[in-house]
């Protein structure tokens, strides 16, 4: 790749991601609206030549142009892989007196304050992933009280360290790879996002909904009974949509989650300018699911490094 070419790279990722933080004060869909289109397109920005590049190559110029987006590519992939994909128009109702009662679905998450997931979020194109993020693992603490964590890695290594905070009203992305961290207010709209993560936000997106019955099966020894939710008018998104598919497993003892698998393939411009026009597919699995119970305040406490590099707005 030439430093043109690269340049040119550099100026649209930085105009994809100019207005994430702007705070404007915009109807909810609007503003998830500019977040996925922003936070997605970070995702594949780095595969314009992945033949020739590894992500092991990328340059600390491209990410520094990232880390300085006030949601970086990093933390923003909470809100893409699940809030995005999970943001369904209709769920519940109950079903026939042998299956799980969903209206109490919902009321049992309504009524947890905390939960803990561990999540896997995959982005392929043609079966191959995405070079530099295509698999990610990880970890999510939320709480109605003080917000939600994220700690990322991939292959084992730490990518990003991600807070957004309720009681401090701030985010703080820190990034171990470059020593480097960034903290501001959060926008009210900021604040939407991160409610839609934690047990409450959860229950109230997935109040009512149409949905096809998967029956009971085993995961791990739990009996859990599934419904599947598909279409592509399923999510409010910002990109054309070819195909959603969401399917929630929850345990028929509990009336809580234990897997939630979802996604999507799209076709749109403003991602597949990054793969030569071919579709991108996003998946997620999210799992080992603990709901309310107690979390440490700690968790939310942010430990920057004294050697690192604070970024400025």
């Known amino acids: 790749m030439t430093a043109q070419n690269d340049k040119q790279i550099e100026k649209r990722i930085s ?67 699940f809030t995005a994909l999970v943001c369904i128009h209709q769920f519940g109702g109950s079903i ?41 693992e990880v970890m999510k603490y939320a709480s109605s009280e003080y917000g939600v964590r994220e700690d990322m890695y991939k292959d084992g290594q730490p990518m990003a360290h991600s807070y957004w905070l ?46 096809v019955e998967l029956g009971r099966k085993s995961i791990d020894g739990v009996d859990v009974e599934g419904l ?23 345990d028929v003892k509990s009336y809580l989650p234990v897997v939630i698998e979802a996604e999507a393939v799209t076709s749109d411009k403003y991602l597949t300018a990054f793969t030569g026009g071919k579709p991108v597919k996003v998946e997620l699995l999210a799992g080992e699911f603990k709901w309310n119970f107690e979390l440490d305040p700690k968790i939310f406490e942010p430990n920057i490094p004294d050697d690192y590099t604070m970024l400025e707005e």
């Open 166 to 211: 309720l009681k401090a009203n701030e985010s703080v992305n820190i990034t171990p790879m470059l020593k480097q961290y960034k903290r501001k207010p959060l926008t009210e709209q900021e604040k939407r996002v991160l409610y839609q993560m934690t047990p409450d936000g959860i229950a109230n997106l997935i109040k009512s909904s149409e949905y």
């Open 96 to 136: 026939d007196g042998t299956s799980v009662a969903w209206a109490r679905v919902i009321e049992t998450i309504e009524k947890a304050h905390t939960l803990t997931s561990r999540e896997r979020r995959i982005l392929t194109c043609e079966g191959k992933e995405l070079p530099f993020l295509g698999t990610s």
């Open 15 to 81: 105009s994809l991601l100019s207005s994430v933080g702007r705070g404007t004060n915009g109807p909810d869909k609007q503003f998830l609206k500019e977040l996925r289109e922003r936070s997605t397109a970070e995702f594949t920005a780095h595969m314009t030549d992945r033949n020739q590049k590894s992500e092991k190559t990328i340059p600390n110029s491209k990410w520094r142009i990232i880390m300085k987006s006030p949601i970086t590519k990093l933390a923003a992939a909470a809100v893409i892989a």
């Open 228 to 250: 599947e939710i598909r279409g592509p008018d399923l999510v409010v998104a910002p990109v054309k949509l070819d195909n959603v598919v969401i399917r929630m497993w929850v």
